[in-house]
C-alpha cells in the first residue's frame, strides 16, 4: 500500500524504496536518520518497513527550517498519514545552513553526554541532501561516526551532477551571512560530487565496507 500513497509524489521510485525495505528486513535498524526530507517519501518508505516488519523503531526525518514551504510541511503530515507511520516519524527542521552542523551538533553532544564512553545515537543513515562535495563530504564522516555498530550509510544520486538540472545553475550554492555568493565552476556543475564522497573521502580515509548498487551506494 505504501507504494500506491507515494505514486504521485516523487522522488524515490518503488524499487529504490524496495531497496530500503529489504535492507530493514535484513538489518532492522530502530532508529534511522533520514537526512533531506523534500516530500517525505523516503521517511515513508522506512516507517512503513519498519511498522510492516514488526520493528519497534524510528526515524528521525532531517530537513531546513530555513525555506521549507508550510504546503510542504502539510503534505508530508498527509503522505505519512495515509501510509499509517505519522506516530513513528520526527522531524527536525534544523536553524542551521546545512545539515552536517547540525550533525556535528549531534556528535558533539553525544559525545558531552557519554563521559568516558561514546554514544552512538543511529542504525541507519540515508544521506539525499544538497549534493555538493564540501557538505556530504563532512556529513558522511560526521554521519558514520554517530553510526552504531553495524549500522549503515546509504547516499542516494551516486552519480548525480548538477549538469542534469540545468534550472538549479544560476542558484548560488554558497553564500556569505554578509552577502556574496560562489558559482560552480565547469568542473563542479559537470561532476558528481557524491562520487567524489564515496571515491576520495569515505573509500580512502575511512575503515568501512562499502557496497555499490545502482544510484545508491
Same mark, same amino acid.
Do not use: K, Y
Given at each position: 500500500w505504501v507504494v500506491a500513497?507515494?505514486? @504521485?509524489?516523487?522522488?524515490?521510485?518503488?524499487?529504490?524504496?524496495?531497496?530500503l525495505w @529489504?535492507?530493514?528486513a535484513g538489518h532492522r535498524p530502530q532508529v534511522a536518520l533520514d537526512i533531506g526530507t523534500h516530500l517525505g517519501v523516503s521517511a515513508a518508505y522506512m516507517a512503513t518497513g519498519?511498522?510492516?516488519?514488526?520493528?519497534d523503531g524510528r526515524v528521525i526525518t532531517v530537513d531546513s527550517g530555513q525555506?521549507?514551504?508550510r504546503d510542504t510541511i502539510d503534505g508530508w503530515a498527509d503522505l505519512w498519514a495515509r501510509c499509517g507511520v505519522a506516530d513513528m516519524i520526527d522531524v527536525v527542521l534544523i536553524a542551521d545552513s546545512n545539515y552536517a552542523w547540525w550533525l556535528a551538533r549531534k556528535l558533539e553532544g553525544?559525545?558531552?553526554?557519554?563521559? @568516558?564512553?561514546f554514544h552512538a545515537l543511529y542504525d541507519f543513515v540515508y544521506l539525499d541532501g544538497a549534493k555538493v562535495l564540501g557538505i556530504d563530504?563532512?556529513?558522511a564522516l560526521l554521519a558514520v561516526e554517530l553510526l552504531r555498530p553495524g549500522g549503515w550509510l546509504v547516499m542516494d544520486d551516486l552519480d548525480w551532477c548538477y549538469d542534469d538540472v540545468s534550472e538549479m545553475l544560476s542558484t548560488p550554492v554558497t553564500s556569505y551571512p554578509e552577502g556574496g555568493a560562489f558559482r560552480f565552476s565547469d568542473d563542479e556543475r559537470l561532476s558528481s560530487h557524491?562520487?567524489?564522497?564515496? @571515491?576520495?573521502?569515505?573509500?580512502?580515509?575511512?575503515?568501512?565496507?562499502i557496497t555499490q548498487e545502482d544510484d545508491a551506494c
Open positions: 500513497q507515494c505514486r @504521485d509524489t516523487p522522488w524515490m521510485a518503488p524499487h529504490q524504496g524496495r531497496r @529489504d535492507h530493514f519498519m511498522r510492516s516488519l514488526g520493528i525555506n521549507v514551504a553525544s559525545l558531552m553526554e557519554s563521559g @568516558d564512553g563530504a563532512a556529513a557524491v562520487r567524489l564522497v564515496h @571515491d576520495l573521502v569515505l573509500r580512502r580515509c575511512l575503515l568501512v565496507g
